[in-house]
């Protein structure tokens, strides 16, 4: 049972490129995310999906597009890329009939923008 | 936006001892509540939640919630170096449907 897996694990990009974090989930859940995480500043949501078919912003959405693909998928594309969005990116899933719940985290995107 | 604060340490305790983590937000209306751990360079995974006021155990753990005074607090017993850690509180955000994270308190246990 994979959990929630995110691809790729490492990236670099040049200013001004784009690029999609692509996560998939075979837990069946309802609810999916994007965080970010920068030192001394915790997580910080981007996106959420609550349900297929809906998507939301978060705290932090600018720079970024999301696509609920399908229940499994939820994808998160940097259309033009910024130093700025250099970050440990970690998509998570949850039940989300009554709230959140418990969040299951993928390992995680390490993204460089030079 | 909900805050949720914590010192970010490190706090430093020996084997064995009681490692005290401590957590206040703002929302008074806030109902669910819960602890992540994160070792470095790893994914956070949830250690508890809790919704009620009083203390929750599991394990050599304990989560303690106080609404009137508005925190949150995580007592890990007999703390051994494999508690070493970034430990991050969390609340239910504003949408209802996602969490809003502290920017977590580091643990060092020393041998």
């Known amino acids: 049972n994979a959990g929630v897996t995110q691809t790729p694990k490492f990236q670099v990009l040049k200013t001004g490129q784009s690029m999609t974090l692509q996560c998939a989930q075979d837990m069946n859940h309802n609810s999916m995310y994007w965080y970010r995480q920068d030192p001394g500043m915790g997580l910080r949501l981007i996106y959420y999906?609550?349900?297929?078919?809906?998507?939301d912003k978060g705290e932090v959405p600018n720079g970024y597009n999301v696509s609920r693909l399908n229940k499994r998928e939820f994808s998160l594309r940097l259309e033009s890329a910024a130093p700025s969005q250099t970050s440990v990116y970690f998509c998570a899933s949850s039940h989300g009939l009554v709230g959140p719940g418990e969040l299951f985290f993928g390992e995680g995107s390490r993204l460089t923008v030079l | 936006q909900k805050e949720v604060e914590q010192n970010s340490g490190p706090l430093s305790v020996p084997e064995g001892a009681i490692a005290s983590l401590n957590c206040t937000y703002s929302d008074r209306g806030s109902q669910s509540f819960f602890w992540y751990r994160q070792y470095s360079g790893k994914s956070p995974e949830l250690i508890m939640s809790i919704y009620s006021n009083g203390d929750k155990e599991d394990g050599r753990f304990t989560a303690q919630l106080n609404k009137a005074s508005q925190y949150v607090s995580l007592l890990i017993r007999d703390s051994q170096p494999s508690d070493s850690a970034t430990y991050l509180c969390a609340l239910v955000d504003n949408s209802g449907y996602a969490l809003n994270f502290g920017k977590g308190t580091s643990l060092l246990v020393t041998p």
């Open positions: 999906s609550a349900s297929e078919g809906t998507t």
